[in-house]
């Protein structure tokens, strides 16, 4: 590992216009970050990552590289590109054992955090670098998100986010697990308590349906409620998977590690939405995909499709009639939609017609000193995504604060 990093360090050309950085959504500094590296700098480099992105380690796993940084460098215009991703986890692990937080001095004023994925992740580390008493109100037992619950191990080891735990508590950081807000607890709680602001981050954990009959039949599941948990169910050998996008391939991987022998994705369209490097990881696990396939309804015995024809220029030119595909279960992932509980226990915050809660270009919702940022807000996005926009709302809420204590003198 060590050396085909120096390797593909050696390789960076040290562009005068990176267009690596500026296809990183976080405008990650790659070239500087490589020659840190290969001064020795390792540990500097990794503190340069951190401090522009939190979740760099993450990134480095999960982002979809080909579109991003990899795909946007003058290597591979003509040969292979430089896996900038894998030089940016090997420094980002090493820094995040090596890194020691220290916790900042406190301004004594608390912000409440629901929901630690990505966007609460970020906005805990930041807000609590700058001296603001942070707590993270999480339904679950462990910290993450979608982070751990959304993403197979095999992508993302679930220990990276143990070892980000430590690092909060280093930064002071509470944490209060199997904690719902909208339950016993409510925004005007939190208010109640002294909380001065409340940052909701909660992501989209309602299953989208398809509206066709058999969707509540006892062999069928939504992804992002068996990837929470893979080990509770009994697929069977024949697995059928409707949707092709990130979550669809991550259920059709993890199917077969967990022991199902014919894994096939059902795509609407003519192309998947999912990125290229795992659709190929999908093809090399021997997962089939099938393409303009409309779905008219589920049985007990598998999904019913009318399959669609495309001509040379990719239009539909034709519809078979419906046919049944044998599946011992069917899974269905056609994206997910927000929970309601915040909104429907606290006056005041306005939500989008899909649900999403509504926001300014900084994070302000309807309600005051409510903010919110990432799935929520946009919609299924990408990690990197919500970290850039959370570092944007991190700000927002530290000029609110600021100036609502000032006002208060």
Known sequence: MAVHVVNEARRCIQCKKPLCSEGCPVHTEIPKMIGMFLEGKSFEAGEMLFDNNPLSIVCSLVCDHEKQCEGHCIQGKKGMPVHCSSIENYISDAYLDRAKFE???KNHIKVAIIGSG?????????LSKRGYDVTIFETRDKIGGVLRYGIPEFRLPKTILDRYQKKLTELGVRIRPNTTIGGALTVDSLFRDGY???FIGTGV?????????GESLGNVHFAIDYLVDPDSYTLGERVAIIGAGNSAIDVARTAVRKGARYVTLY????STAASVRELDYAMADGVEIMHGMQIQEITDDGPVFRKAEYDENGNMSAISGPELYPADTTIIAVSQGPKDKIVNTTKGIATTDKGLVWTDQLGHTTHEGVFASGDVVKGAKTVVEAVKYSKTVADAIDQYLQEKNKKAE
């Not at 990505?118 to 930041?126: D, K, N, Q, R, Y």
């Open 205 to 213: 954990w309602r299953p989208k349906t398809l509206g066709v009959k």
């Open 267 to 270: 795509a609407r369209s003519n």
């Open 118 to 126: 990505p966007a609460g992740l970020t906005i805990s580390v930041v």
């Open 103 to 105: 916790m900042a001095e």
């Open 196 to 198: 001065q602001a409340v």
